[in-house]
């Protein structure tokens, strides 16, 4: 006796189905709890302990995930010299103690210093 084979569902078997697959799987797991901080965190003191905490606890993964990048790149940010990333995280550093409002242009900086030295350091 041989099992019974379902039928495919002609809607999902097309060319969206990715897109579904994208909506169902990544899009509403997340948005769900963006939505929710949102509706929560209109009752929240903004100089609250917990909100102090949360902004410390994210500035410092923050860190982390730049430290990992340039001390242990990976893929072709590998190739780059270390000096060469230590000198774009000064570049980024410096314009954003000059001036905590300029972010994008902070990393905009740190980003032009990096190509433009991995370029120089290609054409040498």
Known sequence: MTPAITQPIAWLDGPFWPYLALLLFAVLPTEIWRWLAVAFSRRLDANSPALEWVRAVATALLAGIVAKLIISPPGALAAVPLALRVAALAVTLAIMLVDRRRVM??????????????WWILRV
């Not at 242009?105 to 991995?118: D, R, S, W």
């Open 105 to 118: 242009l902070a990393v905009l900086a740190g980003e032009a210093t990096l190509i433009a030295g991995a």
